[in-house]
């Protein structure tokens, strides 16, 4: 069952008496994407702005909502995409653009509220971020805020919702901090890491904006929004090492690493976009607090309360805590909590997760290929590079694992749940679904899995997956450490597994 985190607040009516239409723009970003299943789930009418719809493809609610295809900057687009709407969520902004990036946001903000005005909107809710008064803000931070203030003189009531670092699984924010916790032991860092941070939990966030539909058209504010919890951001790359299992962190903040130099080293040991990166580390140059809990008074906090941040990123750690990789990673559903990746999130997000995948056509049938894959391992070998999983098994007897010793119970069947070698049998469905999770010693998770298709053309699809999660620093190490024997021991074992006459596709 889907999560949803908003299920006991109120639904705003249009004067039809029906749910709300609602308008949703950066429906393909991280928040955006979430908060339209949370929209849909409260009854509203929603309609969703996008540059290319082809990029909905893969939402799972593609064909709950109506898709108007247009750019933000693009004034007809905009007044197709607001005639006849009640609230309109403006998630739109420029992070990634190179040049004139505040200019740019200054003006989409400024034609979004004139025909906003022009169409009879009656809300609009923003998603900014918290910019502390006094502080001389980075250009990112500056935009966000200038947006907010054009948005809220429009002459449409505004609530401008302030944010600081949102943790989820695909946040970037959130994803810049689990790389640099998992991949650096021991790391130097600029000395404003010290400043304080209020992070807030995803599904928190999503419950501000869908409550903010209700609020009273009268109130037209910026509120800043946060979770239970201040932290410096050390100490919360410190609690993520502990929440995720990893050793306390070595970190040694240096007062001559600048913003630009610290958004290059972070570009550089992180998968996060340098551009993104460079706008990120300039907004964390301040403290970044809630002014206040005010809006805990006109959006009351769930039945649960708000979440902390052990907590958020415990969620946002818990399919593979759980070793679900099916689910996690390769399923295209939408997750079970709003923590979690979508399979629309950035190839960035979610993680670091290494993939082999080999795949072959077979003439033979898939009982014939079935055979072959639950007898693996064992006295029945691997392959014919068997010899490169046994100087495995030595190596991890060496280390104190099981290594090859344990064998089969069985030469030709398996049981869940029972061990091969050095695997687990996590999961086996005859005859289409074998995966195999590792039990040797290493830094980090590992599976093997098989999967056995019929296709219309009477051939068989196999389909060989190798996935390793790395653990921290030396989890990285330990994959490219061993990837050149990869093209040694997993086409052999994909080509064996489908037959003598296999293809590769």
Not at 65 to 73: H, M, N, Q, S, T
Request: aromatic share 8%.
């Amino acid at each position: 069952m889907i999560e949803t985190v908003t299920e006991d607040l109120p639904t705003a009516h249009s004067a039809d008496g029906k749910p709300a239409r609602v308008l949703v723009t950066g429906a393909t970003g991280y928040v955006g994407g979430r908060l339209v299943r949370e929209l849909l789930a409260h009854g509203y009418r929603v309609r969703v702005l996008v540059r290319d719809a082809r990029r909905l493809q893969d939402y799972p609610w593609r064909d709950e909502v109506e898709v108007i295809e247009g750019d933000g900057a693009n004034p007809d687009a905009l007044n197709l995409a607001l005639t006849g709407i009640d609230i309109a969520y403006y998630l739109l902004h420029a992070l990634m653009v190179q040049k004139n990036f505040e200019q740019l946001e200054e003006q989409l903000a400024e034609t979004f509220g004139r025909i906003a005005k022009n169409n009879g909107v009656r809300r609009i809710i923003y998603l900014g971020g918290i910019a502390a008064p006094g502080d001389v803000l980075s250009p990112h931070m500056s935009a966000r805020a200038k947006t907010g203030e054009l948005l809220r003189s429009s002459g449409v009531p505004t609530i401008e919702l302030r944010a600081g670092v949102v943790i989820g699984s695909g946040s970037a924010s959130f994803e810049m901090l689990r790389h640099l916790t998992e991949r650096l032991p021991i790391m130097v860092t600029p000395k404003w890491l010290k400043n304080r941070i209020q992070p807030i939990a995803i599904r928190d966030v999503l419950r501000y904006l869908v409550g903010s539909a209700t609020i009273d058209e009268s109130v037209n504010q910026d509120f800043d929004i946060g979770g239970p919890d201040v932290f410096t951001y050390m100490e919360m790359m410190q609690i993520y090492a502990e929440v995720a299992g990893l050793r306390r962190r070595i970190i040694i903040p240096l007062p001559v690493l600048t913003p630009k130099l610290a958004s290059g080293w972070i570009g550089l040991v992180t998968p996060v976009p340098v551009t993104l990166a460079k706008r990120l580390v300039a907004s964390l140059k301040h403290e970044v607090v809630a002014r206040d809990d005010e809006i805990r008074k006109l959006v009351p906090d769930s039945p649960t309360g708000l979440t902390d941040f052990r907590k958020a990123v415990s969620l946002a750690l818990t399919r593979i805590k759980e070793l679900d990789v099916e689910t996690r990673w390769s399923s295209a559903q939408t997750p079970e909590t709003h923590s979690e990746p979508l399979p629309t999130d950035p190839d960035w997000a979610g993680g670091s997760l290494f993939e082999d995948v080999r795949r072959y056509v077979s003439t033979d049938s898939v009982e014939e290929v079935w055979a072959r894959v639950e007898a693996i391992g064992g006295a029945n070998g691997y392959s014919t590079a068997t010899w490169a999983w046994e100087l495995r098994g030595l190596m991890d007897r060496m280390v104190g694992g099981v290594g090859l010793r344990r064998g089969r119970r069985d030469p030709n069947q398996l049981r869940e749940g029972e061990a091969l070698d050095f695997w687990r049998v996590e999961k086996i469905s005859r005859p289409n679904l074998l995966r195999l999770r590792a039990e040797m010693k290493l830094p980090g998770l590992a599976w093997l899995e098989f999967r056995v298709e019929s296709q219309a053309s009477g051939e068989t699809l196999v389909t060989q997956r190798a996935l390793y999660h790395p653990h921290g620093l030396f989890g990285h190490l330990y994959w490219w450490a061993v990837f050149p024997m990869h093209g040694i021991v997993f086409p052999s074992m994909a080509k064996k597994m489908a037959g003598s006459g296999a293809k590769k596709v």
